[in-house]
């Protein structure tokens, strides 16, 4: 099964060409023939929020998303309110509950704002679905169809970790702005490519208890044939005080990562220590966002009231830096001015930079990335990036 057969919808839509899949993501050439969980993308991030028609507007005007559509009670659903937002390649879907009943209050109430679902786009829901089930997954919803005057889409899900879930989604047969039962919004067509900040959806990162990262590792492998792309672990993410461990696992063309983080000892408490307390147990920690240009991409976001994490000014004349990173595509002035931190392995280099929280508690929140090449997650930086959620952590009193 070739690239150009596994492009997702949304990638069409966007009019994504694969020359800019391979710089945005690091996509790869792999052989979907003998996989036994074949994931063609992501298909959305569903967040679960407290009120969704504030939030998805703070997308539109902040992150300059666009809305394609829509479910609430207008539409007769009476449990909550759905808001669908696009850029490029990219699917936010916000819901809130609006049946004071509605599971989605309750999930709130425990997590706060955060992911309750990362979809996946596949070509045979009932193939994944029963590999998964002979392999042990919890299946949560099976295999149905759901209809409209648009076409028909073929929806199962499984559950991962905490309370997240994978819903799997087939839309070969559909044509409608999302999922029947939601009616169209907004101008429905491509957003122009200078419009957007973000492109592509480059990786998921979950948070997962101590001792629990090698056993949801393993499940990516076996119930969803993922193969274990990287590994940090010791002195890799770690300071003086705190530190963690990491994996992380890919689909076989790298399109859908899933780095996966624990706590490891350390003097004081890491970031995943605050997140599971803060979120109250295991949860997507942040989205990793593609972009092909960072730095019109922080400029227009910190304009727009965005906080990112700060660098210190050492990190930017440290001479081995400099040496390590060779040539990049834009002077280091530039990239100091505005914090962005760069990283350089055996295949590239790429450009990062971390937002601070985004709701109330200190749970989720953003990367924007730069790749050129590199395959990486800005090993580089970790020491960097750790101090800088550090400082963060003292400030709120929880360090």
């Not at 998805?56 to 909550?80: C, K, W």
């Not at 983080?261 to 995943?272: D, T, V």
């Amino acid at each position: 099964m070739s690239i150009e057969q596994t492009l997702t919808s949304q990638e069409r839509l966007a009019e994504l060409d694969l020359d800019q899949l391979r710089q945005l993501v690091g996509l790869v050439e792999y052989d979907a023939a003998d996989d036994p969980f074949p994931v063609t993308g992501w298909d959305a991030v569903v967040w679960a929020v407290g009120n969704a028609t504030q939030t998805a507007l703070f997308y539109q005007a902040i992150f300059g998303m666009e809305l394609v559509a829509y479910s609430g009670p207008e539409t007769g659903n009476r449990d909550h309110r759905s808001y669908v937002l696009r850029s490029g390649a990219v699917r936010f879907v916000i819901m809130g509950g609006v049946d004071p009943a509605s599971p989605l209050l309750d999930h709130h109430r425990r997590h706060g704002d955060g992911i309750v679902d990362i979809a996946l786009e596949v070509p045979d829901v009932d193939r994944c679905i029963a590999h998964a089930r002979a392999q042990g997954a919890t299946i949560l919803d099976e295999p149905h169809d759901l209809s409209d005057a648009h076409g028909t889409v073929r929806t199962a899900a499984i559950a991962t970790y905490g309370d997240t879930r994978h819903t799997l989604v087939d839309r070969s047969r559909y044509s409608g702005p999302y999922l029947p039962g939601y009616a169209t919004r907004g101008p429905g067509r491509p957003q122009g490519a200078r419009g957007r900040v973000f492109q592509a959806l480059d990786h998921v990162v979950g948070n997962v208890e101590l001792g629990r990262m090698d056993s949801w590792v393993g499940f990516y492998n076996r119930i969803m044939g993922f193969t274990n792309m990287a590994e940090f672990v010791g002195a890799d993410i770690a300071t003086e005080y705190s530190a963690l461990m990491s994996k992380v696992v890919a689909s076989g063309d790298h399109r859908v990562k899933f780095p996966l983080n624990e706590p490891a000892a350390g003097r004081k408490r890491s970031q995943i220590d605050e997140y599971l307390e803060y979120y109250a147990g295991p949860g997507a920690q942040h989205v990793a966002l593609a972009t092909n240009d960072i730095l019109h991409t922080v400029d227009v976001l910190r304009g727009r009231g965005i906080e990112f994490l700060d660098t210190p000014g050492s990190y930017y004349s440290d001479p081995g830096l400099r040496a390590r990173i060779g040539e990049i595509r834009v002077p280091i002035e530039e990239l100091t001015a505005r914090g962005v931190l760069v990283d350089r392995d055996e295949d590239g280099y790429l450009l990062q930079i971390f937002t601070r929280p985004i709701g109330d508690r200190p749970t989720v929140f953003f990367e924007f990335i730069e790749r050129h090449g590199s395959l990486g997650f800005g090993k580089g930086n970790f020491q960097a990036l750790f101090e800088a959620i550090e400082r963060e952590q003292a400030r709120r009193g929880n360090f």
